[in-house]
């Protein structure tokens, strides 16, 4: 048998290490050839790493969330043959190493305890002393809720079920009358429920377990980037309300003769506005580099787009957006929202963005003061479309009140590179193309 080290390759774009994400292997796994090893995250991607040879796992480079080298050990395999230990060095990075027997400490005898003459005894331990200690009672269990104290130190008679839904309920045992035999039955937390609800005596809510969650991979980058967006750029935000009913009707007419192309959402309508836009307020579509003191502005339109992820937000990017039409614009948001929920997005697809959109659909509130994507200088946020009352003006002159459909969008912006003013302008631009969605279509 020989012994086989996988050292992290070099994944590309020059890194010089990568985090563990997620492990697919413990020491002592038997492993095939091309078998999934760990997840390795990059700042731009995560790259599954998979196993060169078949064999058995005896050494690990350490636990999800550390940094592993480029070049450094990552697994350690027992396999057939020689292996490659000549290229074997003893790996800092190990943290995690094959089982091995240990010999058990004797455990001291419970009728020896250790010596405690120098320190006093506790009041509790000497009052017992003098009279037999009666029998413990079972350890509580996330089955068995609290039980109320009794004078004879006994346990309070329930059956498994009837502790789990008192559990449930958040009532204490101890303060519900049992039936005439001393058990508690169900009828008694009825009957509980009934004369002591109404009383208060019914708790908020039940008592959950504390839990502490490492905060690692795509979770850690987000952490670190809006940290360091939140702490580098000022900040300031503009709202500005837009009537959508005419930009809904007409997407409604496009969608009923859509055909085999994909369903418009309102994400297409507003790109491409922003798009129309940009030529006129090119310091919006532009990457600050505080270092060097450099704004570089982009004739070219990569608008990243947050989408949320079961592991978090990414920001997949549309590339040249300001080339592409309503349709094209659909195809390529559902094509890299779906690449991003499966995390099959490529590194290239999910970095140089020039300005960003984040949308939370439905659920987007009134207004949001969304976060820089750092080094960038704005980002726009839809909120969500409610239904009002508004007042009308038609051709002839005559005011009337008319239920229209409304939406907020808000902006963040890079007060070192945009003022108030541009924000304001572009805002008051953009409502123009909202409220007339022909000029969106119009060449």
Known sequence: ???????????????????????????????????????????????EMESPVTGTVIEIAGE???????????????????????????????KVQAPVEEPIQAKEPETEPAPVADLPPEPEVASMASKPSPPPAPARTASQPKVGSQDDGGRILASPAVRKRAEDLGIDLGEVRPAEDGRVRHGDLDAFLSYNASGGFQPAGRTGEDEQVRVIGLRRRIAENMAASKRHIPHFAYVEEYDVTALEETRAQLNAGRGERPKLTMLPFLIAAICKLIPRYPMLNAHYDDEAGVVTRYGSVHLGMAAQTASGLMVPVIRDAQGRNLWQLAAEISRLAEAAREGKAASGELSGSTITITSLGPKGGVATTPVINRPEVCIIGPNRIVERPMFVTDASGTERIEKRKTMNISMSCDHRVVDGWDAASFAQDLKALIEAPALILAG
């Open 64 to 94: 999800a969330g550390e940094m592993v080298a480029i070049g450094s050990p990552l697994v350690v395999l027992e396999v057939e043959g020689a292996g490659n230990a000549r290229e074997e060095a003893p790996a800092k990075t190990e």
């Open 1 to 47: 048998m020989g012994r086989y080290t996988f050292r992290l390759p070099d994944i590309g774009e020059g890194i010089a290490e990568a985090e563990i994400v997620a492990w697919h292997v413990a020491v002592g796994d038997h492993v095939e050839e091309d078998a999934r090893l760990a997840d390795m995250m990059t700042d731009k991607a995560t790259v």
